[in-house]
């Protein structure tokens, strides 16, 4: 490029103007460039860094939970049984496998992984289940070792409900998909082999025996949070008062969480981790403080925790920002008929008239994502249960990862034709046979 040399005082004024634009440009885009930074879908060294710390949080933290798993409960005394000092038969890995439990394949050495493939391993003996722990292979769960490496206390981590493996070594064994709902977990017998349930047996009020049937009603796939809240342990029809864990991906977007809508992501992480887990941490929320509604709650004063030191409160940024990273997994090629989702789709936005509450993408409302029982056709047991005495509109995407132990908050629809056969009832929506199940084939497509 030539440049022609204007007059001094011309030269001077282009200079001006120039040096003006240069830090114009400047100011805009370190000012602009900080927010568009945080919607790149690259995201750069920063947010890596953060979305690396709450993957960390999400798998592998137990908030110190393991002052109440192990120290109080005892659970891992159960795990390692008599033969290795603690107490009863022991959990072998076959066991812990039937009980839900995954194994991480990748935390394996490539020599246990080849002993695995041979059949080598004895899958009977705790002791097994115990190494497993020592690699930090079993998801959700983290042993804690003493000096001479005996197995001295246990804690549990959000992976243990929201993750599962994709069973690529064995079935219970794989590489881990953060964010699924463990639909094979059963919660309740896991805490019933604790040799002490007193803690739970103060707080509710009765004896251990019956902490023991309660948790044991929940099944595969359930867990009850609401328990130590009102102590409401069954529903009015004498089925257990448990629901289904949800997932944790697909969340970004959608404004109230959990089936009745506590409130958002970091509200139900800090609740979760505090008042479940048992980590330390800081949890507040006067709606719990109502003895009517909460009894239990209001009673131990559950609805205002202080812990020091708090292992929680300053995890909760980059757990939140890890879990709005998480998108729902695409349901594999030929899992559902294209032809009859396309058709499906149409149902669903025209006369199914389901997109009036799954507003897509999030398939949730923007906005309150509540309603009142008989706008869904159904009983208020579990929305009573709530601040809320509301159902949030369920998310849809990724159903196909989660068909197991049915829809809807207590898995009342075995199925997703049933949850179609409800609303075309509640509805009177007039879906022919062939309708319904081109909106199934749309849900799986989702
Ligand atoms: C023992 C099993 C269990 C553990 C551990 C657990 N959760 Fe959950 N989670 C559940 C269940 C069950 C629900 C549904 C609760 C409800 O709706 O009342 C739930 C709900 C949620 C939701 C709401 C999802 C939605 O659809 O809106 C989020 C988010 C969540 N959990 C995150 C976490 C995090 C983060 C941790 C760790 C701090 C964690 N959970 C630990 C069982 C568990
Ligand atoms: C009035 C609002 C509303 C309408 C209209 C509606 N839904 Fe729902 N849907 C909900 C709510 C609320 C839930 C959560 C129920 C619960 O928690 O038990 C739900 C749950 C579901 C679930 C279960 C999700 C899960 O994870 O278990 C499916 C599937 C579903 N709806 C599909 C549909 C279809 C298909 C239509 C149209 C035929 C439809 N919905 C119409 C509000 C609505």
């Known amino acids: 490029m030539v440049i022609k040399l204007p007059g001094g005082r011309k030269l001077l004024y282009l200079l001006l103007v120039l040096g ?3 830090i114009a ?3 805009i885009n370190s000012s602009l460039g900080h927010d568009f930074s945080r919607i790149r879908p690259n995201p750069g060294q920063g947010e890596q860094q953060f979305l690396a710390e709450g993957q960390q949080i999400f798998r592998y933290d137990t908030f110190g939970s393991e002052d109440f798993w192990g120290r109080q409960l005892r659970l891992h005394e159960a795990i390692k049984g008599a033969q290795l000092g603690g107490v009863g038969p022991g959990l072998s890995p076959r066991a812990a496998l039937s009980l839900g439990l995954k194994v991480d394949a990748e935390a394996l050495p490539a020599s246990l992984v080849r002993q695995l493939k041979k059949g080598q391993v004895n899958l009977e003996d705790p002791a097994t289940t115990v190494t497993l722990l020592k690699l930090d292979a079993v998801v959700g769960v983290k042993g804690f070792f003493d000096g001479r490496g005996q197995l001295s206390s246990i804690g549990i981590q959000c992976a243990l409900c929201h993750s599962t493996v994709d069973n690529s070594l064995a079935p219970g064994i794989g590489r881990r998909l953060d964010g699924w709902a463990n639909r094979d977990l059963n919660v309740g017998e896991i805490i019933a082999l604790a040799p ?4 739970f047996s103060r707080l509710l009020g009765v004896d251990q025996e019956t902490v023991r049937r309660v948790v044991r009603a929940w099944g595969p796939g359930k867990f009850d949070p ?6 409401k342990a069954f529903r009015p029809d004498g089925k257990t008062a ?3 864990i949800p997932p944790a991906f697909g969340l970004a977007g959608i404004n109230l969480h959990t089936w009745t809508g506590f409130g958002s992501i970091p509200y139900w992480n800090a609740f979760v981790a505090v008042l479940e887990m048992h980590g ?3 949890f507040y929320d006067q709606r719990l403080s109502d003895p009517a509604q909460f009894p239990v709650a209001a009673r131990a004063g559950l609805w205002n925790v202080r812990s020091e030191p708090d292992l929680v409160s300053s995890k909760l940024p980059a757990l939140h920002f890890y879990q709005l990273s998480l998108e729902s997994p695409k349901p594999p090629a030929g899992s559902y008929d294209q032809a009859a989702a396309g058709r499906g789709r149409e149902l669903f936005n025209g006369k199914g008239d389901c997109h009036r509450c799954h507003v897509p993408p999030t398939f949730s409302e923007p906005g309150h994502n509540l309603h009142r029982p008989e706008e869904i056709g159904i009983d208020s047991f579990q929305a009573d249960r709530s601040p809320t005495k509301g159902y949030r509109t369920a998310p849809l995407k990724g159903l196909w990862t989660h ?5 809807y908050h207590d898995g009342r629809f075995r199925t997703l034709l049933e949850v179609i056969n409800h609303y075309n009832y509640v509805f009177n929506l007039n879906l022919s046979e062939g309708e319904k199940a081109d909106l199934v084939e749309y849900l799986k497509s989702l």
């Not at 068909?403 to 829809?407: D, E, N, T, V, Y």
């Open 25 to 27: 440009f400047g100011v």
């Open 403 to 407: 068909q197991k132990g049915g829809f």
């Open 196 to 199: 002490n349930l007193e803690p």
């Open 242 to 244: 448990a629901v289904l």
């Open 280 to 282: 330390h941490g800081t």
């Open 20 to 22: 003006l634009a240069i």
């Open 226 to 231: 609401q328990l130590v809240l009102d102590g």
